[in-house]
């Protein structure tokens, strides 16, 4: 492990700065009690880089992204620049930097803490449980296809193509199966094999890519069972990797079953260990600035970053386990409370991931 690691911090808007700073306050306590170093470069992305630079992705923010080791991204936009052209929209600085860091792989996890179930909108037996991990594509087959518009017998025509290329499967299906492998071990690779030849060119892949890994059970799903056995019976899944339309909806779909915006974190991993961690969530703009917005998000995306890019799994077990010692000792943050009256803010729920985490640093020594 190395003892020190550069870590981009892109805050974004909105919260992001709220949720963002809180978050350098737990890599600051895991460094504390690991040893390791962490040196932060701030950069500026979204709206408010529009509003400084200019450009919602300036030229610097990729400069030390680029140099770091990982990014902690917190959210961009809000309602100042809706109505911007599409160049000069928060959003655009989110699809440059993912581009621009070659981030092909977007892993979401979904994991139902035992004391938030009746936040779903599921059955709480369906819910209590899920514990899954979606692994979506993300640079390649149909959103990034050549598109067409032409008129063709006196009729409007659109055309959207569809390509996958052998190296591009196997790559994101090599990383799924090296997540399997230390998860439950069981990978579902999902697609439409039944009706699309890129389905069938990834089945073949994912089949040929099992081999080197003997010890991941390997099972296919067509897409639409899958966004039906989501909410049938979610608990079966343990990594379900996909293309990325697919991803893009099923990833959506397996998130909703923890009931929780505030609660779901992800991460873009490049080619090795580098990677770009956020919270699902957007900049919610309703509750900037007020010190109410719930941290955990951005915590969990934090825990991903450690094992992921920083090859400090203990650290992020540790401060997965805090977040739900957290949960467990009944704090919540107003979006997952189900008495508001009682709902703590953003500064006092990281204090007490913190202590947790202390704690979780302590007992395991
Ligand atoms: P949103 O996720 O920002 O908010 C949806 C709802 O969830 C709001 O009521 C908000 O208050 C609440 N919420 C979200 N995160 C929360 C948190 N951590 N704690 C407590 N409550 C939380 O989605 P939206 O309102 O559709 O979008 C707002 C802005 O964010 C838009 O400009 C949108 O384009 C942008 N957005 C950015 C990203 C991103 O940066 N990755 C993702 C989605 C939306």
Redesign the pocket.
């Known amino acids: 492990m190395k003892k020190s690691y550069n870590i981009a911090v892109l805050p974004?808007?909105?919260?992001?700065p709220e949720?963002v700073d809180a978050a350098v306050k737990v890599m600051t306590r895991v460094s504390e009690f690991t040893g390791v170093a962490f040196t932060y470069a701030y950069g500026r992305i979204?709206?408010c880089a529009i509003d400084e630079d200019g450009t919602p992705l300036p030229d610097e923010t990729l400069r030390i992204a680029k140099e770091a080791d990982a990014v902690l991204?917190?959210?961009?936009?809000?309602?100042k620049?809706?109505q911007n052209p599409g160049h000069l929209r928060?959003?655009a600085g989110?699809l440059g930097i993912r581009k621009e860091l070659g981030l092909f792989a977007n892993l979401r996890p979904a994991t139902m803490h035992p004391s938030l179930v009746e936040a779903s909108s599921l059955k709480p037996e369906v819910v209590a449980g899920v514990d899954l991990m979606v692994v979506r594509e993300l640079t390649g087959g149909i959103y990034f296809g050549e598109k067409k518009r032409y008129t063709a017998d006196g009729q409007e025509v659109a055309e959207d193509q569809l390509i996958y290329q052998e190296a591009e499967i196997e790559r994101i299906l090599r990383m799924a199966f090296e997540i399997a492998r230390k998860r439950r071990k069981q990978l579902c690779s999902v697609d439409k094999a039944n009706v699309l030849e890129s389905s069938r060119l990834w089945r073949s892949v994912a089949e040929r890519v099992a081999k080197d890994y003997p010890d991941v059970e390997l099972t296919h799903m067509l897409v639409d069972a899958c966004a039906m056995q989501l909410v049938r019976a979610p608990k079966q899944f343990d990594v379900i990797v996909t293309e990325n339309m697919f991803g893009d909806i099923l990833s959506d779909e397996a998130a909703m079953l923890t009931g929780s915006?505030?609660m779901l974190a992800s991460a873009s991993l490049a080619e090795g260990r580098f990677g770009l961690y956020?919270?699902?969530?957007?900049?919610?703009?309703?509750?900037a600035g007020q010190g109410?917005?719930?941290?955990?998000?951005?915590f969990l995306s934090v825990a991903l970053m450690l094992r992921h890019s920083l090859a400090m799994d203990d650290a992020a077990d540790a401060l997965e386990r805090a977040v739900w010692a957290v949960l467990e000792a009944g704090h919540r943050?107003?979006?997952i409370a189900v008495d508001k009256s009682r709902a703590i803010g953003t500064a006092e729920m990281t204090e007490h991931v913190l202590a947790a985490l202390s704690q979780q640093f302590t007992n395991a020594r």
């Open positions: 974004g808007d909105g919260i992001g949720i979204g709206g991204l917190g959210a961009v936009g809000g309602p620049w809706d928060p959003e989110l915006i505030g956020e919270p699902v969530h957007g900049s919610a703009p309703d509750i109410v917005a719930n941290p955990l998000a951005t943050t107003a979006d």
